[in-house]
């Protein structure tokens, strides 16, 4: 259907024009995709043949996550607290919040509108902490999708290794160089790298990455794919004091990945913690 078909043009242009006005100066972005792309031909015509918000009502995942540094006091942690309910209560949002000292890690369902006011609300109430933030939406997806309540969880760590506190490595300081998808394909293919799955073992063990098996090189080792075999994420600073681990990481380039990043900034932070204190990974 000819209009239908403009009105989703239209819609399309209108989610691009809002993400572009989230983009931050300071490298944060909105990273927006369509669950259309992954409904087969069929499905597809039917989405084209209705209007968006009848079909599909509007329901759009936000994923996000933000160290934050330093880390709040008690005061501005209740703040934030109590603030972030009353927003998504306002905006009907579902799903989780989880709120720490040290920031935010959350996993929302609303409609695309809400969605973007929540970001944008975000930015304004505390804009030297979020505006660096990359918001990753998911639109277009079935109300069957949306999560059934909002729940805010008050936690110590976002994500638990039992890096508490001062325990934790400035991320600031030690973060990782994050790599865009098409940089990080191309050094998976690099000799003398090692590749660490920063997930448990059982989202391991379901997909990962392949790094290639043409070494190029003659001369160098080629990239090898290392899984830590973690039930939970305190046992990752353990595995990387283990000697064997030293002796697979010592002179090569290091990638991590997890499935959202929020794993991997701790991780590379503690791994990089460890370079310039530990005499016995300091040749990495």
Known sequence: DQGNEKKIKLLDAQHHAESQALTGANNGRIVASSAIEFYDEQIKEMKKKASRAQELNNITLLLFYQYVEPVWDESTYNFMLKTLQEIGTRLELTGRMRVAREGLNCTLTGTHEAIVEYCTTLRQLRPKEFTSTEFKLTNDLPLAQKFPNLKVFKVVELVHYGLEGPKAPPIAKFQGTHLEPKDYHQK?????????????????AIGRFVPPSDKGDESAPPPQWLDPKMRKSTEFPAWLDKPETKEMMKGKQVLMYCTGGIRCERASALLKYKMETDPEIKGL
């Open 188 to 204: 998976l293919a690099e000799p003398n790298t090692v590749i660490i799955d920063v997930r448990n073992h059982y989202e391991a």
